[in-house]
Every structure is written in C-alpha cells, then in structure tokens.
C-alpha cells in the first residue's frame, strides 16, 4: 500500500516561505489525488491543495490561492515512487498547523479529507509574528 512520509516543516517568521515535501513509496496507478492538508489545535483538518493523476488539474482552498503551489516530481512513476511538494510563500501565523500529505483512490471531492485513505504522519509548520 502507499506509503507517505512528510518533511521540510519548521518555524518562520510571517511573510517567509517553507517548502514541504512527501516522499511516497508503493505508489500506484490507482491513486486519483494527491494532496496537502492541514489541522491546527481545535479545528478540523482542512484541505489545502490537491493534484490530481498526471498533475493536470491542481485545487487550492481560498484561503492560499495565490501564495501555495502544489507539484509533484514525476507525473507519472514507473517505479512506485513520486514526490509531492508544497511550496508556501508569504506564510501567515493563521497558516500555523500540523500539515498532511494524502492520497486518494476516489475521483471526487479532491479537498475533502474523508475522500482520503492513505495519510503520512504530518509535519508541524509555525509561522510567528
């Protein structure tokens, strides 16, 4: 099955930027989504940015259009293996969070956490200000 493993997570000033990335192992043709999400203490995970199959089609939550992109290395892996970045530029403290590397084999709902079978164990990102 797949396998998700997170890093590049850390502190930052606000108006800085971090790259996250998530190494996947046993990655399969069957997987539709890849994507980033994020749980703060007392809230909900939220679906940050989503990839879909080939890198085709990308899906951003509003509250980071224009300051996260989601990529990946290989639209394509032929070894089972790919890398999934987030890169996240001018970093607010509300974007404090543990954030989540997922993978989905439903082709709906690309945000939504519940679409969601394979998760990595997350990595903390806090912004101060």
């Known amino acids: 099955q797949v396998q998700l493993v997170e890093a590049g997570g850390g502190s930052v000033q606000a108006g800085g930027s971090l790259r996250l990335s998530c190494a996947a192992s046993e990655y399969s043709l069957n997987i539709l989504y890849m994507a980033w999400f994020r749980q703060a203490p007392g809230k909900e995970r939220e679906g940050v940015a989503a990839l879909s199959a080939g890198g085709s089609t990308t899906y951003y939550a509003d509250s980071v259009k224009g300051r996260f992109t989601i990529s990946q290395e290989n639209a394509f892996p032929k070894d089972g293996k790919n890398t999934l970045y987030l890169q996240m530029n001018s970093l607010k403290p509300e974007d404090t969070a543990m954030y989540y590397c997922?993978?989905?084999?439903?082709?709906?709902?690309?945000?939504?956490?519940?679409?969601?079978?394979?998760w990595g164990q997350g990595t903390q990102v806090t912004v101060s200000t």
């Open positions: 997922a993978a989905s084999r439903v082709g709906i709902e690309p945000l939504n956490a519940d679409r969601y079978y394979y």
